[in-house]
């Protein structure tokens, strides 16, 4: 069971460059997303997805780009590089919702950490 | 901003009971409560969730007041490896979006 998986796991970049985080799901989830965490804090939305052709920004959405071309795979792309964005990102993905009376797990990758020098 | 409420840290000896408390006042009717926690350097990872009724599965116990203000989240013998971050998240209806507070960070001491 592969579940939600990132690449790269460590990256360095230097301030203007850019880079792409990749995510891939096989739960044939529709639902996917990306956070970011900074250290000793939570995680906050940076986009979502609720299917293939259709994102939407969160709660900290500037620097950043995502597509949804297809189900399983939701890029996130990096462009300008800045110290700010030195953070862990994790991607993660959920079952298309809601259904009366149910509620629905969120799956979470293991984490990409980005540092911006 | 986050829903919920949760004290910054814990403690709790190995083999006893942790009791982790949230507040929620502001839940709505057809809003879950979703617990989750982070050990260092992981991803979250999925624990508990519930509407009303008390919910238990083979990690932890949730208890949820009647009046839906606040839960608890047990977890009736603590080990070592329960040592993380606990997330205590009120998903909104109509999508699947979820906000992540700072949360309480347990630490579980032999």
């Known amino acids: 069971n592969a579940g939600v998986t990132q690449t790269p796991k460590f990256r360095i970049l230097k301030i203007g460059q850019s880079m792409t985080l990749q995510c891939t799901q096989d739960m044939n989830h529709n639902y996917m997303y990306w956070y970011r965490q900074d250290p000793g804090m939570g995680l906050k939305l940076i986009y979502y997805s609720v299917g293939a052709g259709i994102t939407d920004k969160g709660e900290v959405p500037n620097g950043y780009n995502v597509s949804r071309s297809t189900t399983e795979d939701f890029p996130l792309r990096l462009e300008l590089a800045a110290p700010s964005q030195t953070s862990v990102y994790f991607c993660?993905?959920?079952?298309?919702?809601?259904?009366?009376?149910?509620?629905?797990?969120?799956?979470f990758g293991e984490g990409s950490w980005l540092t911006v020098v | 901003d986050a829903k919920t409420t949760q004290p910054p840290s814990m403690d709790c000896a190995e083999g006893r009971a942790a009791n982790l408390p949230c507040n929620h006042s502001?839940?709505?009717?057809?809003?879950?409560v979703y617990w989750y926690r982070q050990i260092h350097s992981q991803g979250p990872q999925y624990i508990i969730h519930?509407?009303?009724n008390n919910e238990t599965n083979e990690m932890a116990s949730l208890i949820i007041t009647e009046d839906r203000k606040s839960s608890t989240l047990i977890l009736p013998h603590a080990t070592l490896r329960d040592t993380a971050v606990y997330y205590c998240i009120v998903r909104v209806e109509g999508y699947s979006t979820l906000t992540f507070g700072k949360g309480t960070m347990l630490l579980v001491s032999p």
């Open positions: 519930g509407l009303k």
């Open positions: 993660a993905s959920s079952s298309t919702p809601y259904r009366e009376g149910s509620g629905n797990t969120i799956y």
């Open positions: 502001t839940i709505s009717g057809n809003e879950y």
